[in-house]
Nanobody, 114 residues
Framework: QVQLVESGGGLVQAGGSLRLSCATS????????MGWYRQAPGKQRELVAT???????NYADSVKGRFTISRDNAKNTVYLQMNSLKPEDTAVYYC????????WGQGTQVAVSS
């Protein structure tokens, strides 16, 4: 059974930092491309950052220079380091694993107060 479990969300003041983690099981993690998406209330889910199985990263323009995605294949875990957080970063953050199909976690709430 494939599981993706996000953690690390919470409430933080603008300018603060959070580190999200997504622990996976049931997949060959090193083969999968990993990503973080987010969905704010009333908005569509949007891409935040991705990292390929080879370690190539990609970011949404809105988070470039503030967020860093990384992966630890030994721990089957992908991370999202979020710095200089803004109120507009408030959303539920979802982890995804992609190879032949996509798997999704349940999400973790991030709230940034002004």
């Amino acid at each position: 059974q494939v599981q993706l479990v996000e953690s690390g969300g919470g409430l933080v003041q603008a300018g603060g930092s959070l580190r999200l983690s997504c622990a996976t099981s049931g997949i060959i993690f090193s083969n999968h491309h990993m990503g973080w998406y987010r969905q704010a209330p009333g908005k569509q889910r949007e891409l935040v950052a991705t990292i390929t199985s080879g370690g190539t990263t990609n970011y949404a323009d809105s988070v470039k220079g503030r967020f860093t995605i990384s992966r630890d294949n030994a721990k089957n875990t992908v991370y999202l380091q979020m710095n200089s957080l803004k109120p507009e970063d408030t959303a539920v953050y979802y982890c995804t694993a992609v190879l032949l199909r996509s798997y999704w976690g349940q999400g973790t709430q991030v709230a940034v107060s002004s």
